[in-house]
């Protein structure tokens, strides 16, 4: 497929185009043909960059993804699972902030055009099937490793979505980086700091949570806590 | 649009010949024709049913939907909301429960055909949406009230869609009722007994959580609990 130079302006230029025109005429009735010829290229170079039409509004979701398997490959096994999902979340939510006014133009097209609107699931369930199979690997020796893992991804991805969705309300000028931090914050509040099972030999890191009625006298919470440090200390 | 006596065979004729020819032929070969033709039906009553192709395979979401919307609606207003959005999440897996073969046969029918799959996100992307306004409306006092409402639902809906597919690959034959207790409980566990603010006028059932390294000693725990109860007794 090398029958001239790696253009990455002409792939720039298709994606303007197509963006002109579905938001002229809509989705649904803008074809291949009416992009590169609004383009200026050749149909062939079309297929050269996008497999579908769809991929001309998401262009970059396939590094994205690559680049979250690989983030969350590079653990060395003994970092926190949920802050490191977090994390790897956050470099899709960059993705996003690195163009600003095509992230709001995108976000406003694909809430006009159910076929998008259904696209954009599909490419948002692959971040949470991606999340979910890191998280199973980390919980396998867990009895409820795969729910676990299943319902902390989804956790991660609403997150993420609840501050991607602030952030593109505001038309890209609020400020990202806080939206990502009070929103990961939370689920790594609610999970976060179980790092791996004997990761620290010796003294584990491990973490007590009482949870207790507000009804029960003092003794009895203290009763728990010993209780819970007995047990945790002997296994 | 009376114009013959209600027929609920032919909805479920119509079901039946989708079925065969989507596995026969695929989904996206099949035209609303050739259903109509080995249903041994009219065109017009296919669209009586169904809005489009798609919603052969997906007969019941809509009763579904409006279903848990008005289970959600049917709160008092001091149920915990945890619980009862996994209450109603419960609600859409007895409907999958209910006819066991349909659904195991449709579970294999989706995750072979790409349009179907798609589909299939953008109803449970309905389900979620549904959940988090109802626990935004329930949350509205607490700053962090939308992100909270967003995650939440989105680990309902994680934890009911594990259930089911834990479910769906034993080919219908595990306990179902087991499986969504276990998912709900995890969800449960991890925020539920929050009952809304100031319900109980009196004496509030409010539950005090502490968590706390393992490493810190028993009296700094104690200490915490005795904190945490005057702030909360206080306010």
Known sequence: MSDGPSKPAMREALVAAAFELFLERGFEQTTIDDIVALAGVGRRSFFRYFPAKEDVVFPDHERSLAEMTEFLESGAGDEDPVKHACDAARLVLRMYAEQPSFSVQRYRLTRKVPGLRAYELSVVWRYEHTLAHYL?????????????????????????????????????ESDW??????????????????????????????????????RAPLWRMVQGIESALGESRQA
């Open 136 to 172: 199973r690997g980390r919980f396998a020796d867990r009895p409820d490793g795969a729910l676990r893992a299943d319902v902390i991804a989804a956790a991660v991805v609403a997150a993420h979505n609840h501050a991607l969705r602030t952030w593109l309300r505001s038309g890209g």
């Open 177 to 214: 980086v806080a939206e990502v931090d009070s929103a990961m914050a939370f689920v790594v509040g609610t999970w976060g700091g179980h790092p791996a099972e004997g990761a620290g030999e010796g003294e584990s890191d491990e973490v007590v949570v009482l949870v207790a009625s507000r």
